[in-house]
């Protein structure tokens, strides 16, 4: 039922967000050099690794590293990335691994391949085994602000409540979390 689901909503996102996509992808061209999209290495379902999209928000040459680790963030970021990131739009091409799989709208967020903290305490408790998601019960609690511990303690809370309702609850609480720009550090 969840996979139905998210195939029907991100089809139907994907056709309402053409043309903010396209907007998007031609500022960050506009702005700054290299592509629109950034593919990173991400762990998903089972600790299985996968291409992730997101509109470039950084500079070309920056660490691949969760952002928090480098000494100045707002240092990498390109002249509109900080909007995307606050906005949440650098995460709309991630609609593309939510109808190829690899992704859900709700489940915890996939780490990076090198984030071995985050990925050892969620397979420890179980959590690998869910599809990674566009946003999650860790995200709406908090998001960058989060210590690992206590996220991973928000992706189990998820393990063992997931369910359509909650699922929608998530998604209702992201909208509110993404119009008041909440909880993102950069």
Not at 64 to 85: E, M, Q
Not at 112 to 128: C, K, M, P, W, Y
Request: glycine share 6%; aromatic share 8%.
């Amino acid at each position: 039922m969840k996979r139905v689901f998210d195939i029907v909503l991100a089809s139907l996102a994907s056709m309402i967000l053409l043309a903010p996509v396209v907007l998007v992808a031609m500022s960050v061209r506009l702005t700054s050099k290299g592509p629109a999209l950034y593919w990173s290495d991400r762990v998903g379902r089972n600790n299985v690794i996968f291409k992730m999209p997101k509109f470039r928000s950084m500079r070309i040459g920056t660490p691949a590293v969760a952002t928090h680790l480098l000494g100045d963030p707002s240092a990498h970021l390109t002249p509109i990335g900080s909007f995307l990131r606050k906005s949440s739009l650098d995460e709309l091409p991630q609609l593309w691994c939510i109808l190829k799989g690899d992704m859900s709208f709700v489940g915890p967020r996939p780490a990076l391949f090198n984030q071995e903290d985050l990925i050892g305490l969620r397979t420890a408790s179980g959590v690998h085994t869910l599809r990674p998601g566009l946003t999650g019960w860790a995200q709406v609690n908090g998001r960058d602000e989060l210590a690992i511990p206590l996220k991973v303690a928000f992706d189990v809370a998820y393990l063992q409540r997931q369910s359509l309702w909650f699922d929608l609850r998530i998604m209702w609480l992201t909208f509110i979390k993404v119009l008041l720009r909440d909880g993102v550090t950069h």
